[in-house]
């Protein structure tokens, strides 16, 4: 009986999820008013009603053409705006039970065309608005639709007719006539009029002629009325008339549709350089009035100009002023709207901001995810990332290895600005890195980006395998380090040269060596203070009779690239604004030992080494200065707020202190005596002993 009854249950079940499925999700919609005045802003009324079985979670309200700009939009209830724009609305968190409804007021903008055109209504039983499905198309109209009325035919004869009728504007008059539906004759009336009178002559007695009549108002908007009929007069004996005649009112409105895009034309000069952005003045017209004008400096977001001398005009005159341009090129695209929904464009203009020449300026150099010094093994793509201001267009690195120079373009990413590449170094020795750049007004400058060695690749005797095995803190013991997310293999086949490539990050480790034939090798444990290049090379012994056998291996680090050039014995004059807009100027760096970091907040390592140098600053006895090279005060404000920072922060937004001080990446720390002498440069990432140790020199 149990087993009975649990199969009843689940049959029940069955069937209830079945009807559940099978319930037709439906609705009905209205709306009011249903028609507008012309240039208003209204508010229209949706009422939705819910005429299926479960309740509908979501309503979207769609306008039919930019006849219908939508500005706002009233939330009902509980009911919450979940999208809003000027094309639709949808709302969502409430929802309408079965049976019952829901009124949704929009409010919109209306054009200058008279148009009767239909909404559309979309509703879901999904809280996300998933699977909708249609409400209905409400009808709403915008001032009066163009109409024939009243026609009536008089004056009957046996050769003739006269039709009169009216219109609603004024318009000219077609009547097409023939003794079929094809017609085949016309009798037309130039004059622009409202009441309308047209004579048919030459007609034939005693027969039907069918009749269409066609209005055209000033705009070009055609109404047409359906077929109407006629029959001529017979001639009886006392010489009087019999007359027929048939009235038919039915009309029916073609809309001609304005298609004509907008022109425009702009009176800036975009052949001349400019040292900041210029006033961009054009005018545009339309047959049905301009509506808007926009423009765009990415080809994706666009923006309105900052004035329109006179909105819906046929003619109209605006103006706009990019805003944050500073150097290099940016494609100017101008689109205006007509009333009608037509869009016109200008062609690209290109727009030359030059204030600086090029600049190249931070660089960083990265294998994968690892941020490393210029040191790399052979056989291995190291990634150059670097900022410029100024404007370039094009920058070029020659990498020259003795006499011989190989060039490598860079690319733009133009969400960040910055410019990267990958190089790969075949062969073991130093490379000089200059990047050339170039702008839009064919300024050119070359950068030195120093020196990159690289060193010889780890080698096994045979062909065999490193693994490399890294010690887990938290587990307290060693175990096969993961390289995967360093973009590294381990374990790690040796190449067709029997060599191995390995960038290790901070940490402690060994190296363990296998080859057939030969004995397993294991390195010391040694521990990394930084990412470094790994390359021992195994000498391997042949295997003897003991299979177990593991020969000890010294760990020797790999040589660094040194650090390059020449400073100065003192920073150069400078006055940079800080964060809060007021400037520091180079002589208040006095009094006191000093550490000037020279930082860019795109850098991974910038919150890391901020944080190091915040513990310093609270030590009175020296000071401590982060200088961000060539970025905006803004950013700088910026990220000193996000950190939750308190020392002194600088904006060289031109990049200025970057030359004199051969400063090519970051982070670079510049250490002053108190009388403003420089006593050292270190790079990389220091903690605040480091500091401590340099600023005590």
Partial sequence: ???????????????????????????????????????????????????????????????????????????????????????????YTEKILPGGSQSFNVIISTGQNNVSQNWSVEASEEFNGGSPFSCGNPTVAIGQVFAISSISVGSITTSGATITWTTNEAASSVIEYGTTTA???????????????????????????????????ATGATVESGNNAVTTATTSSSGSSTTSTTTITVTKTVEVKDT??????????????????????????????????????????????????????????????????????????????????NVGFSPTYTLVIDRLPPRVGLAMWSVGPLVIEPTILEGMKLKLSLSA?????????????????????LSKDEETGLWSGEIKFDKAGEYKITAAAVDGADNKTTNNLGTVRVLPAGVLPAEGTVTVYYFEPTGGQFRIWDGRPFDQVNPQSTDASDKYHLMLPAGKYYLEATAPEFRKARTEIFTLDKTTPVNINFDLKKRTWWPWEVESVAWEPAEQAPETGELPTSLPFFALPSDTGELVYSSSLRGVPTVVTFLSSWVPMASEQVTELQKLANNKNYKVVVVFAQQPQSLV????????????????????????????????????????????????????EELLNELSK
């Fill in 389 to 409: 201001v100024g404007g370039p267009t094009e920058i070029v690195l020659c990498i020259k290895y003795q006499v011989l120079c190989r060039e490598s373009k």
């Fill in 637 to 688: 404000e910026i990220f000193k707020k996000r950190g939750g920072y308190s020392l002194t922060m600088l904006a060289d937004a031109d990049g200025e202190l970057l030359e004199p001080l051969d400063i090519s990446s970051v982070p670079t720390h510049v250490f002053l005596d108190r009388k403003g002498k420089i006593t050292g440069v270190r790079r990389g990432v220091l903690n605040e």
């Fill in 183 to 217: 017609y085949g004759s016309t009798a037309t009336d130039t004059n622009l009029a409202t009441s309308h009178s047209v004579n048919l002559t030459g007609l034939s007695s005693g027969t039907t002629y069918n009749f269409r009549i066609k209005n055209i108002n």
């Fill in 1 to 91: 009986m149990r087993i009975r009854h649990f199969i009843l249950f689940v049959l029940m079940l069955i069937l209830v999820q079945a009807e559940s499925v099978m319930a037709a999700a439906s609705c009905s919609v209205s709306v009011s008013p249903s028609s507008l005045s012309l240039s208003t802003s209204s508010t229209l009324a949706f009422s939705v009603n819910n005429t299926g079985s479960s309740s509908i979670l979501w309503i979207r309200i769609n306008s039919p053409s930019n006849n219908f700009e939508i500005t706002s939009a009233e939330e009902p209830g509980s009911w919450a705006l979940q999208e809003s724009d000027t094309t639709h609305v949808s709302y």
């Fill in 260 to 341: 004509a895009s907008p022109t425009l034309s702009l009176s800036t000069n975009f052949k001349k350089v400019y040292a900041q952005a210029p006033e961009i003045v054009g005018k545009a017209s339309d047959a049905s009035g301009v509506a808007r004008v926009e423009y765009t400096l990415d080809g994706k977001n666009w923006l309105p100009v900052d004035s329109i001398d006179k909105q819906f005009g046929k003619s109209v005159s605006f103006s706009f002023l990019p805003g944050g341009l500073l150097d290099g090129n940016y494609p100017i695209k101008i689109r205006v709207t007509d009333a009608a929904g």
